[in-house]
């Protein structure tokens, strides 16, 4: 039924890595001097278009802009703050050792290389690792208040994965505040007129000449006008691919969209199937949901996660006839301390995640539906109260002293975190524990880049969450602002130069050529043809179909019948899309229901490949979970003998028939172990 | 839960706007505001109808992209949430809920429930930033120690989201607020203090060029602001622009 992998017979020469020579330490210094340059004077004859105002595109757009290009952003929010980034919690991770408790950008590296279950490319992580800590000196220059300590300087806390504090962070809001702070910077630059802001405008199409990279085509929401921008480099930073479930905890207009289309003009897309399910967010409710809710991962570090030890008290607890302060503590069952010792309940996000669902499935979950563990602050609350009242010589032996004084610690630290569930859910989680169940949260995989971070395309380059190259398998806590920052200033601007220096006699890119003029063409078909079906189902409806199909075979854990069914479901809600969707209104208005209906046209596509993807790597590692591929006790069996490979997808015309090349993943500096957490 | 609505609705920017009454039957106390008004616009679509364009995007409080004046309050009748953090809950079986668009000259209607926020984005560009380069070759970051009250005083400030809450509550239109919020983030930093006198006179010119209102202390935008930003910005700036 058209399901046989259809692998490249040799290894794609388009498929080189460009990892430079030599010593692991020394490959980026040596490669940043040794690539060419664009001097000041020809570097305002060129033109970048920088798609996505994230950490990664809004960096990368005002750290060009400052080297002197000229520079186009796009982004489809109604301003360039507005990009998800802005919903991160926890923190940024960065190896300063301000604790003194033994980090090294060794350490960084070699706990995110792990994290991500040797899935991920060496020389890349490495880097990431070595410029972490420049992220958080250029941050505070630009205003960003992170959290201090009495002293006055930066404060740090932990997250899952790993045994030192190296996370900065800005209360439960750090996203905000590193997107506010490259934002300014952004907005430097538009002030000085070296960049141009397209807001409220997606881009629609790649366009191609010559085999290069020379524009887009955009759509301006507001009027529905299309247009063309030319350019000498385009660069992707249009994040990740979480939306494809439906319900996620991306923001509603997060899409595939730009990765998409550059997919489908030649860009190798990248082990689709490497999504990550947070652990820690707020269950579904019903089914007219539209959004789940993180609760950061920060939580973990004072929160334990625990299930009733009775299958009966479980019950009770779900019909409300036992209140969760009641289970005695000898009557918990908190599974991470139990399976994972040394890291409790700070392990990796993955391994968190199957663990609850492991319980919930078991028939122990806590919530109506059944999807749901406890996360509970009793006992922080408690500690921090006592050595409160210590402190204060207050009576420790009174638990309404301390526990108040406890409350307010817990306060301190995750105020708006609380306030954010007690709003949703209408419950104290200072006063009864959070119920938590794991939601779509991240995507590791992504368009493929090379060291550079070019794509298979020549002059389109990818950054940030859209792209593959540093989470492997499963990210880390704290490392997505890591990379985002990472790429956008201090990698793309000096790769993207070597590529540049060959433009400096280009001159302007005419946007009145045929090329445009195709792209543009096929776009209006596309619209005209959603305009003029009057269907009877609505976006939604399709939308959240594909969401529930990948949620189910290939959400948590995936096995071969499941992913098979999974495929041939969605080629068939791909076909009653193209026949029934409905959207209403014209193309030349604002129309947010024809914007939903392009974006989930390449959902539909993507969750194929997804699935195609799922159903190749027979192996669990990671976010990626084989039921046939286990230990015995359930944790996630690996195969680096037949795996050990970045699977990019080339797309051959036919959606159907992906043609699939690897990138053998060799690790010079690193031994290659199974990952435990016991 | 029954809901009876009274939504303002304009087809574009230049057209004249009008109320129209809906009425919803199937509504749950969990569902959010916004899910309330996505089960509105799945009934509109399916009756061949145009369906209610309201901005969102987080969904979660943080993005700031969602607005609406609920019953005559911006981001409705709870303290310290924006829109997407209301829930129907709220508010009782047979209850009748006015919504319009934040309004004031400074944030033109695009469609229904959006506006254009633009004005924002112009006055941060008029001097919202800290120039330095993004060069990675500053100082270390602990280079310089900053008072834990300064650097939180300063996060207070900064954790305004740009929806315009502020300017939709006030009887003047003024975004005071909002400008004074970015004013004192980096005016209470060391980094910041560097071009305070400029960026808070240039900050002002932008917003008075815009036609944002002036302040009249009657304190309804920190009452409404859901990230809760003090009125003490606005005396912050106030005194950082005389003394400029």
Redesign the interface.
Same mark, same amino acid.
């Given at each position: 039924m058209g399901l046989e992998i259809n692998t490249a017979k040799k290894t794609s020469i388009k498929l080189s890595s460009k990892v430079p020579q030599g010593k692991l330490s020394d490959k980026w210094t040596t490669h940043k001097s040794r690539i060419r340059l664009v001097s000041p004077a020809n570097k305002r004859n060129i033109d970048i278009i920088v798609v996505g105002t994230g950490l990664a595109g809004g960096s990368a757009a005002a750290t060009l802009a400052e080297l002197g290009y000229n520079v186009k952003a796009f982004c489809f929010q109604d301003s360039a703050r507005r990009a998800h980034s802005i919903a991160a919690q926890g923190g940024i991770n960065a190896a300063k050792n301000y604790v003194g408790d033994g980090d090294s950008v060794y350490r960084l590296f070699y706990d995110t290389i792990k994290g991500g279950d040797y899935r991920s490319r060496e020389a890349n992580v490495y880097r990431l690792a070595e410029v972490s800590s420049n992220i958080i000196d250029q941050c505070v220059a630009q205003g960003v208040p992170f959290a201090r300590d009495y002293g006055g300087l930066l404060d740090n806390r932990s997250f899952g994965g790993v045994q030192v504090s190296r996370t900065f962070y800005a209360k439960g809001q750090t996203g905000q505040q590193l997107q506010l702070g490259c934002y300014s910077a952004l907005n430097r630059q538009i002030a000085r007129g070296k960049v141009k802001m397209y807001s409220r405008h997606e881009m629609m199409d790649l366009v191609l000449i010559n085999g290069k990279a020379r524009g887009i085509i955009a759509r301006d929401l507001v009027t529905g006008q299309l247009q063309r921008h030319g350019a000498h480099a385009v660069v992707i930073a249009s994040g990740g691919y979480g939306n494809v479930f439906y319900l996620s905890t991306n923001a509603m207009g997060s899409n595939v969209s730009a990765g998409w289309k550059i997919y489908k003009k030649g860009a190798f897309f990248a082990n689709p199937c490497f999504t990550q399910i947070h652990p820690t967010c707020i269950p579904v409710s019903g089914t007219y949901q539209s959004k789940l809710t993180l609760m950061s991962e920060s939580l973990r570090n004072d929160g334990r996660i625990w299930v009733p030890k009775s299958i009966q008290d479980a019950k009770m607890i779900r019909e409300n006839q036992l209140a969760p302060t009641d289970v005695p503590e000898e009557q918990r069952d908190y599974f991470l301390e139990r399976r994972y010792p040394a890291f409790g309940n700070l392990v990796p996000r993955d391994v968190a995640s199957r663990a609850a669902k492991e319980r919930c499935d078991a028939g122990y979950g806590v919530n109506i539906t059944g999807d749901a563990v406890f996360l509970d602050f009793h006992s922080a609350i408690k500690r921090y109260g006592k050595e409160q009242a210590h402190l204060t010589g207050l009576d420790e032996t009174n638990p309404e002293i301390y526990m108040d004084l406890g409350r307010k610690v817990i306060k301190s630290k995750y105020g708006n975190l609380f306030q954010m569930y007690e709003k949703i859910v209408d419950q104290n989680p200072y006063y009864t524990p959070m119920k938590i169940y794991p939601a779509v949260h991240y995507t590791m995989g992504g368009v493929w880049v090379d060291y550079n971070l070019m794509t298979t395309i020549d002059g389109c380059f990818c950054i940030g969450e859209a792209n593959f190259s540093d989470h492997g398998a499963n990210r880390l806590g704290a490392s997505a602002l890591m990379q985002g920052l990472a790429d956008g200033y201090f990698v793309l601007p000096y790769t993207i130069g070597d590529y540049l220096a060959d433009d400096i006699r280009t001159g302007p890119i005419s946007t009145d050529t045929k090329e445009f003029e195709e792209a543009e063409d096929q776009i209006k078909t596309q619209i005209d043809r959603f305009i003029k079906q009057k269907g009877s189902k609505s976006v939604d409806y399709f939308h959240k179909t594909l969401g529930r199909i990948i949620w189910d075979f290939c959400g948590m854990s995936r096995n071969e019948k499941g992913l098979k069914g999974a495929v041939q479901k969605i080629r068939n809600l791909r076909e009653d899309f193209y026949k029934n969707v409905s959207v209403p209104g014209t193309s030349e208005q604002y129309n947010e229901e024809l914007a939903k209906a392009c974006r989930v046209a390449d959902f539909l596509e993507l969750g194929e490949l997804m699935a195609i993807d799922a159903l190749n790597r027979t192996e669990s590692c990671g976010g990626h979970f084989r039921e046939e591929s286990q230990t015995k006790q359930g944790e996630a069996l690996r195969d680096d003998e037949n795996f050990m490979y970045v699977a990019a997808w080339e797309h051959t015309g036919d959606l159907q028939n992906p043609l699939l090349h690897k990138e053998e993943l060799k690790f010079q500096e690193i031994e290659v172990k199974s990952r435990s957490y016991k | 839960m029954k809901i009876k609505l009274k939504i303002w609705r304009q087809?574009?920017s230049k057209s004249k706007g009008r109320f129209v009454r809906y009425a919803l039957d199937s509504i749950?106390p969990?569902?959010?505001f916004?899910?309330m008004l996505?089960?509105l616009n799945?009934q509109? /679509? !399916?009756s061949?109808?145009?369906?209610v364009?309201f &901005?969102?995007?987080?969904?979660?409080?943080?993005?700031?992209?969602c607005s609406l004046f609920i019953n005559g309050r911006a981001h409705g009748p709870?303290r310290?949430?924006t829109t997407c953090?209301l829930?129907m809950?709220r508010f009782n079986d047979g209850d009748t809920i006015v919504i319009e668009p934040f309004r004031s000259k400074a944030f033109p209607v695009?469609?229904d429930l959006?506006v254009?926020?633009?004005s924002?984005?112009r006055i941060?560009?008029?001097?919202?930033? /800290? !120039?330095?380069?993004?060069?990675?070759n500053?100082? &270390?970051?602990?280079a310089i120690?900053?008072?834990?009250a300064d650097?939180?005083r300063?996060?207070e400030a900064?954790?305004c989201?740009?929806c315009g809450a502020c300017v939709a509550a006030c009887k003047n239109a003024s975004a005071m607020l909002f400008v004074s919020a970015k004013v004192s983030?980096?005016a209470l930093?060391p980094?910041?203090k560097v071009e305070a006198k400029n960026r808070v006179k240039n900050m002002v010119a932008q917003m008075d060029l815009e036609g944002f209102g002036n302040c009249s202390n009657t304190g309804a935008c920190e009452i409404e602001c859901p990230k809760g930003i003090s009125l003490e910005n606005i005396a912050r700036m106030n005194r950082e622009y005389l003394f400029g």
């Open positions: - | 087809e574009d749950t969990e569902m959010s916004l899910e996505d089960v799945e509109l /679509i !399916s061949g109808d145009i369906p364009a &901005d969102h995007d987080c969904r979660e409080g943080i993005c700031g992209t709870d310290l949430v953090q829930h809950r695009i469609k959006v254009d926020r633009s924002f984005d941060q560009q008029s001097g919202g930033y /800290i !120039s330095i380069n993004t060069s990675g500053t100082q &270390d970051a602990n120690a900053i008072p834990k650097a939180d300063s996060f900064a954790t989201i740009g983030q980096y930093l980094q910041g």
